[in-house]
């Protein structure tokens, strides 16, 4: 086809799809014929072809390629779908004023509609989220929750090369700075042409409000400062979390922690995550009711769940952050040796992971102790996945982990297939990875040839998931571990 034929088709969808104003077409076709070093548009070219949106973007996307207006890798094709895309964007200014004034009619049409056209500019990577592999599975806390990730394109050794010579840029100083909004990008930085941020005036300064383009989950929004600050864990973040979850009633939010090993892979910017969805914390078994005594707006309870969680509810949002504070600051200086807890040694260990949601007018706020130290034979943390289940999970358990649901990485889609082989006795056990080879053999001991066989390692996928998040929860769900718990929350004396 050609460019003029590609922009006509372009154009035409992006009027159909409602993304474009039948009186900004002419400037978004010459928009257009610029980006691709083109002067004539001939109108010969129109044709009625209806097709979706992002298979004409892909089109021109490969005119690109093939015409040597860009090079053929990766970032330069991501950018150059941004630049694309971004011509049918609004202007930060008047997108933050529909959103708002949609906000002012109902707080779900306005999310709806941001997220809607998120999708629909391409920032939101749908094509990719959907080759991610999700399944669940039943375990003595519930049902966890599990997604091989599949949507984050692998760049290949050349562009590895060519990213590692190009000198360092400080602009944006992250990926979560707002001066990501509009920001062309390079082999390096994420293409965000076609990027938009929220504006919110909270209490404690102004945040922004965006999509993760890799969504999670349902709705995954980021919630993040306007300053490059890094994260801390206190009075003013609990205060940030609930006036988050009053202006989105519909959305949860939650911070990760704030120190190394047990936070999640920015401490350099604060931010928090967000969005619609129940996870399986959420709904996990309530063990223990926590008398309250100088609060009496406030609930406190603790959970069946590996990882150590206070709950506390009121709807009275003062007492509220008075009771989570009194937690926190306690929780940072304790001391609990019979369970292997120490605050601090040459440097602070304990903080907490915090999520705040609605429950009608109450507010719910769940902090989850944690804590970073590590010894010579755990070095990567006392309280993070022990060795034996490397294999499947080895990085920090963040906030989506703590809530029960496990990102985990594209390899082991192939490893699964290879542990499937050997289950079925098609290939010997020296085929499957090394650090597979003992689950492997103890999966076949179990294995009876009436169950499914992917549902089988699906299962011990969980199981081992249940076992990262008991690794990494302070006080263990035995006799003595919850006395700990309970010992420790009776000394912050609510
Ligand atoms: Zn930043």
């Given at each position: 086809m050609s460019i003029s034929q590609l922009i006509y088709g372009f154009i035409h969808q992006a009027v159909d799809d409602q993304l474009l104003e039948a009186i900004d077409e002419l400037y978004v076709r010459n928009r257009l014929l610029a980006l691709f070093n083109q002067s004539e548009y001939r109108?010969?070219?129109?044709?009625?072809?209806?097709?979706?949106?992002?298979?004409?973007?892909?089109?021109?996307?490969?005119?690109?390629?093939?015409?040597?207006?860009?090079?053929?890798?990766q970032s330069d094709r991501d950018i150059l779908e941004a630049s694309v895309m971004d011509l049918l964007m609004p202007k930060p200014s008047d997108l933050n004023h529909e959103f708002w004034h949609l906000y002012?009619?109902?707080?779900?049409?306005?999310?709806?509609?941001?997220?809607?056209?998120?999708?629909?500019?391409?920032?939101?990577?749908?094509?990719?989220?959907?080759?991610?592999?999700?399944?669940?599975?039943?375990?003595?806390?519930?049902?966890?929750?599990?997604?091989?990730n599949l949507s984050k394109p692998e760049k290949d050794p050349v562009e590895i090369a060519k990213a590692k010579s190009m000198p360092q840029v400080n602009y944006p100083k992250c990926a979560l700075c707002m001066e990501n909004e509009g920001y062309r990008g390079h082999i390096n930085h994420a293409a965000r042409q076609n990027h938009r941020i929220i504006r919110m005036d909270l209490d404690n300064g102004l945040y922004g409000f965006q999509y993760s383009p890799y969504l999670y989950y349902n709705e995954h929004s980021i919630f993040l400062s306007?300053?490059?600050?890094?994260?801390?864990?206190?009075?003013?973040?609990?205060?940030?979390?609930?006036?988050?979850?009053?202006?989105?009633?519909?959305?949860?939010?939650?911070?990760?922690a704030d120190l190394p090993g047990v936070g999640g892979s920015i401490l350099t910017h604060?931010?928090?995550?967000?969005?619609?969805?129940?996870?399986?914390?959420?709904?996990?078994?309530?063990?223990?009711?926590?008398?309250?005594?100088?609060?009496?707006?406030v609930e406190c309870e603790l959970l069946k769940w590996p990882m150590s969680v206070i709950r506390?509810?009121?709807?009275?949002?003062?007492?509220?952050?008075?009771?989570?504070?009194?937690?926190?600051?306690?929780?940072?200086?304790?001391?609990?040796?019979?369970?292997?807890?120490?605050?601090?040694?040459d440097q602070p260990h304990n903080t907490v992971t915090p999520i705040a949601r609605r429950k009608g007018e109450q507010f719910e706020l769940d902090l989850v102790l944690r804590n970073n130290r590590t010894t010579e034979e755990l070095p990567l943390g006392i309280f993070h996945p022990h060795p034996d289940v490397h294999h499947i999970k080895k990085e920090n358990i963040g906030l989506i982990e703590v809530m029960g649901l496990a990102?985990?990485?594209?390899?082991?889609?192939?490893?699964?297939?290879?542990?499937?082989?050997?289950?079925?006795?098609?290939?010997?056990?020296?085929?499957?990875?090394?650090?597979?080879?003992?689950?492997?053999?103890?999966?076949?001991a179990d294995y009876a040839d009436d169950v499914e066989v992917s549902d089988f390692?699906?299962?011990?996928?969980?199981?081992?998931?249940?076992?990262?998040?008991?690794?990494?929860?302070?006080?263990?769900?035995?006799?003595?571990?919850?006395?700990?718990?309970?010992?420790?929350?009776?000394?912050?004396?609510?």
């Open positions: 109108d010969e070219a129109e044709s009625g072809d209806r097709r979706p949106l992002l298979d004409w973007l892909d089109d021109l996307v490969e005119y690109g390629v093939t015409h040597q207006i860009i090079d053929d890798t002012a009619e109902n707080p779900e049409v306005a999310t709806d509609y941001f997220y809607q056209l998120s999708k629909q500019s391409n920032y939101i990577k749908t094509r990719e989220i959907a080759k991610n592999v999700a399944f669940t599975g039943e375990t003595k806390y519930g049902n966890l929750q599990i997604t091989i306007d300053k490059h600050e890094p994260m801390v864990i206190d009075l003013k973040c609990f205060d940030n979390l609930l006036e988050i979850i009053e202006i989105f009633p519909h959305y949860f939010v939650g911070s990760n604060d931010h928090y995550q967000g969005g619609r969805q129940v996870f399986p914390m959420d709904q996990a078994e309530v063990i223990d009711v926590v008398a309250v005594n100088h609060h009496d707006e506390l509810r009121s709807a009275d949002k003062d007492q509220l952050l008075d009771a989570a504070n009194q937690i926190l600051q306690a929780w940072r200086q304790y001391d609990d040796p019979d369970n292997d807890i120490y605050a601090e040694t990102i985990l990485p594209p390899r082991l889609l192939a490893e699964v297939e290879t542990i499937k082989q050997y289950l079925l006795g098609e290939v010997a056990l020296d085929e499957v990875k090394v650090y597979h080879q003992t689950w492997a053999e103890s999966l076949k390692i699906q299962q011990g996928i969980v199981k081992k998931f249940e076992r990262v998040l008991e690794d990494a929860g302070v006080y263990k769900q035995t006799e003595q571990g919850l006395t700990g718990l309970k010992q420790f929350i009776e000394s912050v004396d609510l």
